[in-house]
């Protein structure tokens, strides 16, 4: 039983993750930068998956320094010297995993909040990203007060005194179950876009379609990490927590993710306009009423008026004519002005206040 070992296990599963988590991201920045079709720039939702990836990433490479200490094994078969260091690293993971966990969530829902319409939508996102923050920041608050002196927390050879045992895991399991909940609102969301977006593509909508699986998978790992906190109150930590560590780098990691293919997904959707024929048969309307000369538009109104019994009044004739067509070629011009300005998805009134580019 002391020769069980799931430090192998813990990295093959954390860096995979991470891996593929990074890939995904890279080609989100890539694509949004070098595409010929848009004029994109990184956005809030670019720079917010950005840095919850870099979390992410640390989370794994400190995961990787405590399994070199020990974490995967069974107590027993650790050096008595090497728990505290353990536990202290512990803190670490468990807070950068949360804060990877809860940046994720705001990349999806900041790329989300640029795409949907509706009030009621964007108080729910609003809603999901503030509360999230609150009750998973108290979570890993929790993980450093919950003793006296805060060194307890990891060193439990130490004189002082701690919360009862139940306190901390309760909260966590409260926690990790919240942000499953959260997980599933994000994933389901993104289906009002095969209303709210017209004319979508086929790529488009299994792009949307695998970014709502892969939103939904992130849901299920976060419900199956809830169901394995109590292992945080085991004796044999240091190997009972092995399936926490690696559900809590899969929730973030599928989210980062999802939210990737998400944006990549719409990336045409939220930075150029649809040319359709109709605006382009204005266009062309436009351009042509542009090219006729003035003095050429009164002298075809000119022709098409009446004559008059006075040469002085049929100059008058054309002058008049020429305003009537001009009026035409005004109305024709503002209608084409308006076509122009008509986004051809359904883009919400305060789109135009959503904080401008960073880079």
């Known amino acids: 039983m002391e020769s069980e070992n799931r430090g192998s296990e813990i990295l093959a599963i954390t860096w995979t993750l991470t891996g593929l988590a990074a890939l995904s991201l890279i080609v989100r920045i890539v694509w949004k930068v070098r595409s010929k079709k ?66 994720s969530k705001t990349s999806f829902a900041l790329t989300l909040l640029r795409l949907l319409s509706g009030r009621w939508t964007k108080d729910l996102l609003w809603l999901g990203v503030a509360t999230i923050h609150v009750f998973l920041i108290v979570n890993a608050l929790f993980m450093w007060i919950r003793c006296s002196p805060a ?56 792009g949307i379609s695998i970014a709502i699986i892969v939103a939904l998978l992130s849901g299920v790992t976060a419900v199956m990490k809830a169901t394995v906190i109590s292992g945080l109150t085991s004796s044999d930590f240091t190997f009972t927590t092995a399936p926490l560590i690696y559900h809590s780098t899969a929730e973030s ?40 000369p003035l003095g050429a538009a009164s002298a075809t109104s000119g022709q098409s008026a009446p004559p008059s019994s006075s040469g002085g009044n049929n100059g008058g004739v054309r002058v008049v004519g020429g305003g009537e067509g001009g009026e035409h070629g005004g109305e024709r011009e503002e209608r084409v002005e308006r076509s122009r300005n008509r986004a051809w998805y359904k883009q919400p009134p305060d789109t135009n206040t959503w904080p401008g580019v960073l880079m």
């Open 38 to 103: 848009t004029k994109s720039k990184l956005w809030w939702d670019d720079h917010v998956c950005s840095l919850s990836w870099f979390v992410l990433k640390t989370s794994t490479f400190i995961v990787t320094i405590a399994i070199s200490k020990g974490l995967g094994k069974h107590v027993q078969a650790i050096p008595e010297e090497n728990l505290p260091a353990i536990g202290l690293i512990g803190n670490f993971i468990g807070t950068l995993s949360i804060l990877a966990s809860v940046w």
């Open 151 to 206: 060194a307890k927390t990891w060193d439990a050879y130490m004189e002082g005194t701690c919360w009862d045992n139940q306190v901390y895991p309760q909260y966590a399991m409260f926690a990790a179950g919240y942000s499953a909940a959260i997980d599933f609102i994000l994933a389901l969301l993104p289906l009002s876009l095969f209303y709210q977006l017209q004319m979508l593509r086929w790529k488009e909508k299994l």
């Open 253 to 292: 990691a599928l989210t980062i993710i999802a939210a990737c293919i998400l944006s990549l997904s719409t990336l045409s959707r939220v930075t150029r306009p649809q040319n359709t024929t109709g605006n382009k048969s204005l266009e062309n309307q436009s351009q042509t009423s542009e090219n006729i």
